[in-house]
């Protein structure tokens, strides 16, 4: 670990571990993550790839080590205070947890409601980033968009969400149906390194930067 890329770090992991039944799915993992940072994380099936994501924003507790996000040491925090650093970060999702009963444009605006933006304030910044995540259907509910649509939207509500100024997003397997339909930059991932391989990006894909779990 870098001890000068540590001081400026927003993200840092100090030996961390997490241990499911005994089995280890992390094992004394240490890092440090710049803000604006593109760390792509890769790794077979089973290698903690999305336990180290949940660990994060404390889905999952550690077994041991330390996490601290933007100075704050998550083994400290007080229930009442994990809203408030989940609001840091804009996460994609596997299953994308959009809200049926709302628009296209609602799911993403919501986002910016909860960092405190104004609704009207904000309509030029969800339909801009509907445009660039190429997913335009503003007024349509999530249950009538496919797979890939969905993800678009998830997207694009985590690039304009809490996470948008703290540099705090964090995706997994983002870039499947989006470098389909060159886009991939939606995502902070070059269009041009936007692979065969199921649209995911190669190592090559990171500009800054990987870590192998």
Known sequence: MNLDMGKHAIIRLFNVTKHYGGRPALQNVSMDILPGEFVF???PSGAGKSTLLKVL???ETV???QILIDGMNLSRISAGRLPFLRRRFGMVFQDFKLIPTLTVFDNVALALEVAGKN????????MHVLRI??????RDLPPTLSGGEQQRVAVAR???GPG????????RQPGSSLCKAGIGNSTGLPQERCHDSGGQPSPSAAPDRGNRT
């Open 63 to 65: 077994s041991d080590g």
């Open 133 to 138: 995540t190429g997913m335009e259907k503003a």
């Open 164 to 171: 948008h100024h703290s540099g705090g997003r964090t995706h």
């Open 158 to 160: 985590a690039w304009w």
């Open 119 to 126: 609704r009207d304030s904000s309509k030029k910044k969800v």
């Open 57 to 59: 924003y404390l889905a």
């Open 41 to 43: 994380v890769s790794g």
